[in-house]
């Protein structure tokens, strides 16, 4: 069973850092796209910022110059490391990645974390 498990959300002022962490456990053949997404009360998800296999990056506007994506092929892990935070950053965070396995190849969702910024 392939799970996909997030840590290191939480709460801080404007103008703090948080990293993000998502650890891909389970049977699998290869990972492909590996993302982080975000979701605000009342808004549609969001892609915040993505890696693929073939090393291309990809960061929405908003978050340009202050995420940074990172991957670790070797462990299937990705980090999301976030600074100048701004309280419009206040949203559940969530780790995606495109998995094949031995019966199929599909997005995998982790839990979401929340990540909240006070003004």
């Known amino acids: 069973q392939v799970q996909l498990v997030e840590s290191g959300g939480g709460s801080v002022q404007a103008g703090g850092s948080l990293r993000l962490s998502c650890a891909i456990s389970?049977?699998?053949?290869?990972?492909?796209?590996m993302g982080w997404y975000r979701q605000a009360p009342g808004n549609p998800r969001e892609l915040v910022a993505s890696?693929?296999?073939?090393?291309?990056?990809y960061y929405a506007d908003s978050v340009k110059g202050r995420f940074t994506i990172s991957r670790d092929n070797a462990l299937n892990t990705v980090d999301l490391l976030m600074i100048s935070l701004k309280p419009e950053d206040t949203a559940v965070y969530y780790c995606?990645?495109?998995?094949?396995?031995?019966?199929?190849?599909?997005?995998?969702w982790g839990q979401g974390t929340q990540v909240t910024v006070s003004s």
């Open positions: 995606t990645a495109n998995i094949r396995t031995r019966w199929d190849t599909r997005q995998y």
């Open positions: 389970g049977s699998i053949f290869s990972v492909n796209f």
């Open positions: 890696s693929t296999s073939g090393d291309i990056i």
